[in-house]
C-alpha cells in the first residue's frame, strides 16, 4: 500500500487549537502507532519506495512537521525518540532563530545550532522555502528565490543535500513545480487531494482537534483514499456531459 503522510505543524502544553496538537493528543498518536504494527519511515524511504514495496501489505508511515516550530525540539524529538520513531522537519528558513507573530500567536522557532541537533540526531531538516508565501501569487524571479535561497541556507547549515520541499498552505501549479525541479529539489510536498508524482505528493493533516478515531483513519490512509474518491466523484459530476 502507499505510505501514508502525515502533516503536523506544532505541539502544545494547553488546549487544542487547529495547527496545534496538545502533547496529551500526540503522545495518544504515536502509542497508536506503535500498536498498529505500522513502520514508520523516513521521508527519503517514502518518497524513494519502489513498486514493489508500494504493493506491500504492511501499513508504512512517514512523519513530518511544518514551520520549524521549537516545540519540534523540546516537546514532539522526545516523544518520537522514545518511540523509536524518525520525522521530517519542513523548516521556513527567514524564521529560523526568532520569535515572530505566526498563526495568530507570538511563535519562537528552530535555532541553527538546534537544527543542526536535529539532524545528527537522524531527524531530516528539510525546505518550507524562505518566507513562507502562498507560491502560486509570486513572480518567476521570486519564486526561485523562494525555493533555491531556502535550500542553500539550509545544505549549508546542516552540511547535507536538501532534496524535499514542501509547499507553504499547501498550494501549487506548474510554475512551482517547475521553479521546484529547477532550484535542485526532487520531491515536492502539498496537501489534500494531489494528482500523484514526485512534485505533487500528497500529505494527510493532522489537526488539534482530531478524535482518536480520526487519528486512527487518517493514520491508516483510509480518510485520504475516502477523500481521494470524492474529489474524483465530484470532479466526474462536473466535467463529465450529461448523456
Do not use: W
Request: aromatic share 8%.
Amino acid at each position: 500500500m502507499p505510505t501514508v503522510i502525515l502533516m503536523y505543524h506544532r505541539l502544545s502544553r494547553e488546549q487544542a487549537q487547529p495547527y496545534a496538537v496538545p502533547v496529551p493528543a500526540f503522545t495518544r498518536h504515536m502509542r497508536m502507532l506503535a500498536a498498529s504494527g505500522a513502520a514508520v519511515v523516513s521521508l527519503d524511504a517514502a518518497s524513494g519506495m519502489t513498486k514493489a514495496a508500494r504493493r506491500s501489505r504492511h501499513l508504512q508511515v512517514c512523519l513530518t512537521f511544518d514551520d520549524g516550530c521549537e516545540d519540534f525540539y523540546t516537546l514532539a524529538a522526545p516523544i518520537l525518540s522514545d518511540h523509536g520513531f524518525t520525522a521530517a522537519v519542513f523548516m521556513t528558513t527567514a524564521f529560523i532563530g526568532k520569535t515572530a507573530p505566526f498563526d495568530g500567536a507570538d511563535t519562537t522557532f528552530l535555532s541553527r545550532s538546534m537544527l543542526q541537533e536535529l539532524h545528527a540526531a537522524g531527524f531530516a531538516i528539510q525546505s518550507h522555502t524562505a518566507t513562507h508565501q502562498d507560491l502560486t501569487t509570486l513572480s518567476p524571479d521570486a519564486l526561485m528565490q523562494e525555493m533555491s535561497g531556502s535550500r542553500s541556507m539550509l545544505e549549508d547549515i546542516l552540511g547535507a543535500p536538501v532534496h524535499h520541499v514542501a509547499y507553504p498552505y499547501g498550494r501549487y501549479n506548474e510554475n512551482v513545480v517547475q521553479a521546484a525541479a529547477g532550484a535542485g529539489y526532487r520531491y515536492g510536498y502539498c496537501a489534500g487531494h494531489c494528482p500523484s508524482g514526485p512534485y505533487t505528493t500528497a500529505r494527510m493533516a493532522v489537526r488539534g482537534g482530531d478524535s482518536p478515531l480520526a487519528f486512527s483513519l487518517k493514520m491508516k490512509g483510509i480518510a485520504g483514499s475516502l477523500r481521494s474518491l470524492k474529489c474524483t466523484l465530484r470532479d466526474r459530476v462536473f466535467r463529465e456531459p450529461a448523456s
